[in-house]
């Protein structure tokens, strides 16, 4: 293996990372970092490096062939764009809420991170156990509503650097909105409007995975992670995004079912007075319906799954929003409303 040869370098092979990391003089000769193979990434092999001197990195580096049961393809030089992501998000975030750049190398398309230390938990871990904090919600609102707002603010001088949505295309609206098209007929008509509307409103930074699995919480804290998509583009996405694991887990998680609706309500609510008095405000609820209807049936019927869901919750879930988007709820509340209704009326008559 030569350094930086991408053809041959993968970082998860026992000692590969370590030797290369030397060989590229990231760390000394003779030094004998810990690599750790971090499991669950789909899009990218991730290792943590453990250094004598305490320092830790996360190494990210992308596949081309993603780790799910259907083909699904990218070029790996998406990393690239996270690395870009990083950078910019230490200066859009509040200090502490991501983790800092360390390097990149643009010929075995990997990057380096700060690790978050330990002790840390995976948030989305800590939903599904139960572990629903109101805290928790409000940080992950008020942390995408602030940044939204500065990038936006900002706009003339981001808008050039994040106006390559070729990575949001192929990993986010191909697999989530157009692939279920074909395979839902049904809701072909809603998702290839709802992708209409998307690309017509490129109003702000948007991350493109703003989803409990990308945060780890560390002292009390959220860190987010995994910016690989992250472009110029529509904040309904990822209010969309969110507010789908939030009443998946309402579906998925019986005995929270009303915390989580309420937390895709409190989510809303915290994120709007974030966001203040941008002018692309006044429209943006609607609109969120509809992401979230899309990216719900996407869940349970696109190329990315949710692996917790088993197939009558899948059936289930298909039902209830092929039902919500013939008779569209206006607003966040309402859709919470009407979607844990029709998991009450729906699962008792299943049983």
Same mark, same amino acid.
């Given at each position: 293996?030569?350094?930086?040869?991408?053809?041959?370098?993968?970082?998860?092979?026992?000692?590969?990372?370590?030797?290369?990391?030397?060989?590229?003089?990231?760390?000394?000769?003779?030094?004998?970092?810990?690599?750790?193979?971090?499991?669950?990434?789909?899009?990218?092999?991730?290792?943590?490096?453990?250094?004598?001197?305490?320092?830790?990195?996360?190494?990210?580096?992308?596949?081309?062939?993603?780790?799910?049961?259907?083909?699904?393809?990218?070029?790996?030089?998406?990393?690239?764009?996270?690395?870009?992501?990083?950078?910019?998000?230490?200066?859009?975030?509040?200090?502490?809420?991501?983790?800092?750049?360390?390097?990149?190398?643009?010929?075995?398309?990997?990057?380096?991170?700060?690790?978050?230390?330990?002790?840390?938990?995976?948030?989305?871990?800590?939903?599904?156990?139960?572990?629903?904090?109101?805290?928790?919600?409000?940080?992950?609102?008020?942390?995408?509503?602030?940044?939204?707002?500065?990038?936006?603010?900002?706009?003339?001088?981001?808008?050039?650097?994040?106006?390559?949505?070729?990575?949001f295309e192929s990993l986010r609206l191909e697999p989530y909105y157009a692939y279920t098209a074909?395979?839902?007929?049904? #809701?072909?008509?809603?998702?290839? %409007?709802?992708?209409?509307?998307?690309? %017509?409103?490129?109003?702000?930074?948007?991350?493109?995975?703003?989803?409990?699995?990308?945060?780890?919480?560390?002292?009390?804290?959220?860190?987010?992670?995994?910016?690989?998509?992250?472009?110029?583009g529509d904040p309904a996405f990822d209010l969309g995004f969110a507010y789908t694991h939030f009443?998946?887990?309402?579906?998925?998680?019986?005995?929270?079912?009303?915390?989580?609706?309420?937390?895709?309500?409190?989510?809303?609510?915290?994120?709007?007075?974030?966001?203040?008095?941008?002018?692309?405000?006044?429209?943006?609820?609607?609109?969120?319906?509809?992401?979230?209807?899309?990216?719900?049936?996407?869940?349970?019927?696109?190329?990315?799954?949710?692996?917790?869901?088993?197939?009558?919750?899948?059936?289930?879930?298909?039902?209830?929003?092929?039902?919500?988007?013939?008779?569209?709820? #206006?607003?966040?509340?309402?859709?919470?409303?009407?979607?844990?209704?029709?998991?009450?009326?729906?699962?008792?008559?299943?049983?």
């Amino acid at each position: 293996m030569t350094a930086g040869d991408d053809t041959s370098l993968d970082i998860e092979r026992p000692g590969a990372l370590a030797r290369y990391l030397r060989e590229t003089g990231r760390v000394a000769p003779g030094e004998l970092p810990v690599a750790t193979v971090l499991a669950g990434g789909v899009s990218n092999r991730t290792v943590l490096v453990e250094r004598a001197s305490g320092e830790g990195w996360v190494v990210k580096q992308a596949l081309a062939k993603l780790r799910v049961q259907v083909d699904w393809f990218s070029p790996p030089e998406r990393i690239h764009r996270e690395a870009l992501g990083l950078r910019w998000l230490g200066e859009l975030a509040p200090l502490g809420s991501t983790t800092p750049f360390v390097f990149e190398d643009f010929q075995a398309h990997l990057l380096a991170m700060e690790a978050v230390p330990q002790p840390h938990a995976n948030w989305k871990t800590m939903l599904l156990a139960g572990d629903l904090q109101e805290d928790h919600v409000i940080q992950f609102a008020e942390l995408l509503g602030g940044v939204q707002r500065e990038a936006w603010l900002r706009r003339e001088e981001l808008e050039p650097v994040f106006r390559d949505r070729g990575f949001f295309e192929s990993l986010r609206l191909e697999p989530y909105y157009a692939y279920t098209a074909e395979q839902v007929p049904e #809701a072909q008509e809603f998702l290839l %409007a709802l992708i209409d509307d998307i690309r %017509a409103h490129p109003l702000t930074l948007v991350h493109g995975d703003y989803s409990p699995k990308n945060v780890l919480v560390h002292d009390g804290r959220l860190v987010l992670l995994d910016h690989e998509v992250i472009h110029w583009g529509d904040p309904a996405f990822d209010l969309g995004f969110a507010y789908t694991h939030f009443l998946s887990k309402a579906h998925h998680v019986a005995g929270l079912r009303l915390a989580f609706a309420e937390a895709a309500r409190l989510h809303w609510s915290v994120y709007r007075a974030a966001i203040g008095d941008v002018p692309w405000a006044d429209d943006l609820e609607p609109r969120a319906v509809r992401a979230t209807l899309g990216c719900l049936l996407a869940r349970v019927a696109g190329r990315s799954p949710l692996e917790y869901m088993d197939l009558d919750e899948r059936l289930r879930q298909r039902r209830i929003v092929l039902a919500l988007m013939q008779n569209l709820p #206006a607003t966040i509340d309402g859709l919470a409303a009407a979607f844990t209704n029709a998991l009450e009326t729906t699962t008792h008559a299943d049983h």
